[in-house]
Nanobody
Framework: QVQLVESGGGLVQAGGSLRLSCAAS????????MGWYRQAPRKQRELVAA???????NYADSVKGRFTISRDNSKNTVYLQMNSLKPEDTAVYYC?????????????????WGQGTQVTVSS
């Protein structure tokens, strides 16, 4: 089993910044892509940013130039630096990871989600 634990959410005024962290732990052989998704009330969950193990990144158009995703492979941790926050960024942010985990004497590919962290941006 693998656990993803997020931290760093909170309340911030428009124009402010927050940094989210997500640490993975458990029976991890390796982690491939990691990413951040968000879900606002009455809306579908959407991809915010993703990063491969090699460092290639992908961003939603709505956050390009404001958010930066990064990861520390030695710590199995992914970060999301959010700058110039807007009220429309308000949502629950979820961490996601594609994990190759140990199962018995072999490995198995699974994907995991964090529990979510609330980000609220006031106008």
């Amino acid at each position: 089993q693998v656990q993803l634990v997020e931290s760093g959410g909170g309340l911030v005024q428009a124009g402010g910044s927050l940094r989210l962290s997500c640490a993975a732990s458990g029976s991890i052989f390796s982690i491939n892509a990691m990413g951040w998704y968000r879900q606002a009330p009455r809306k579908q969950r959407e991809l915010v940013a993703a990063i491969t193990r090699g460092g290639s990144t992908n961003y939603a158009d709505s956050v390009k130039g404001r958010f930066t995703i990064s990861r520390d492979n030695s710590k199995n941790t992914v970060y999301l630096q959010m700058n110039s926050l807007k009220p429309e960024d308000t949502a629950v942010y979820y961490c996601h990871a594609d994990v190759k985990e140990w199962v018995g004497l072999g490995t198995y590919d699974s994907d995991y989600w964090g529990q979510g962290t609330q980000v609220t941006v006031s106008s």
